[in-house]
């Protein structure tokens, strides 16, 4: 079983829509959790954290759920700059290593 | 944030040669990791680079193909050994942010073409 788990997509939405990303991970030791977005043949970066209480941040809102073990990205009124690859990421830092899952490619459409 | 310079950008190579890729950071960092990214795929870790030390290498990843460096806190090499057109893929440096660990950062990727 992977350690983490995306449905790779596509979402094609159209501008100003309500988006949302479901991950779940595997390992129930995991302490750290993010959200990458990575733009086509571009490195991943940072997003958002996920905090266990939730957060924020404009339109973007991420949710952790630890006994069910996923991780949720909320994207409200979508903008074409928001097309891009999203990878959920976890991390066990007693062992320093971060699992990627396989990405969801957002397309946001005119 | 840690800014982090990898060289080369892309490469085409002959199978059978070798290619080095290097990372540079702009700070001091305790972990550096090398990821390949194959086309369409996430991301898969080959190793920890340790300074000082062997690089801790994942399952499925070997030494004499992909060896590594790291001489000091701020850079790293990766060398692609001997390679054939399954090593084409992108290559990546990444290092954690001294100030919030549990936060990666990555260089720019190195795409590389083996024909």
């Known amino acids: 079983r992977k350690e983490v788990e995306q449905d790779p997509g596509p979402f094609n939405v159209p501008e100003g829509a309500t988006v949302a990303f479901n991950c779940t991970y595997s390992?129930?030791?995991?302490?750290?959790f993010f959200w990458y977005r990575q733009d086509c043949r571009k490195e991943p970066k940072l997003l958002m954290s996920?905090?266990?209480s939730g957060n924020e941040d404009g339109r973007f809102t991420a949710q952790l759920n630890r006994a069910s073990q996923y991780i949720s990205l909320l994207i409200r009124d979508s903008k074409l700059s928001d097309s891009a690859t999203y990878l959920c990421?976890?991390?066990?830092?007693?062992?320093?290593?971060?699992?990627f899952g396989s990405g969801t490619k957002l397309n946001v459409k005119p | 944030s840690a800014v982090i310079s990898q060289k080369p950008s892309r490469d085409i190579c002959q199978r059978g040669t070798s290619l080095t890729i290097q990372c540079q950071v702009d700070?001091?960092?305790?972990?550096m990791f090398w990821y390949r990214q194959q086309p369409g795929q996430s991301l898969t870790l080959i190793a920890t680079?340790?300074?000082?030390?062997?690089?801790?290498?994942e399952s499925g990843f070997v030494i004499d193909k992909f060896p590594i460096s790291r001489p000091n806190l701020t850079f790293s090499t990766l060398t692609v050994s001997n390679m054939s057109p399954e090593d084409s893929s992108i290559y990546l440096c990444?290092?954690?942010?001294?100030?919030?660990?549990?936060?990666?950062?990555f260089g720019q990727g190195t795409r590389l073409t083996v024909v």
């Open positions: 990444s290092v954690l942010a001294r100030d919030r660990r549990t936060e990666a950062f």
């Open positions: 390992n129930s030791a995991s302490q750290s």
């Open positions: 996920v905090y266990s």
């Open positions: 990421v976890v991390n066990r830092p007693n062992f320093n290593k971060f699992y």
């Open positions: 700070s001091q960092v305790t972990m």
């Open positions: 680079a340790n300074q000082g030390s062997e690089a801790t290498y």
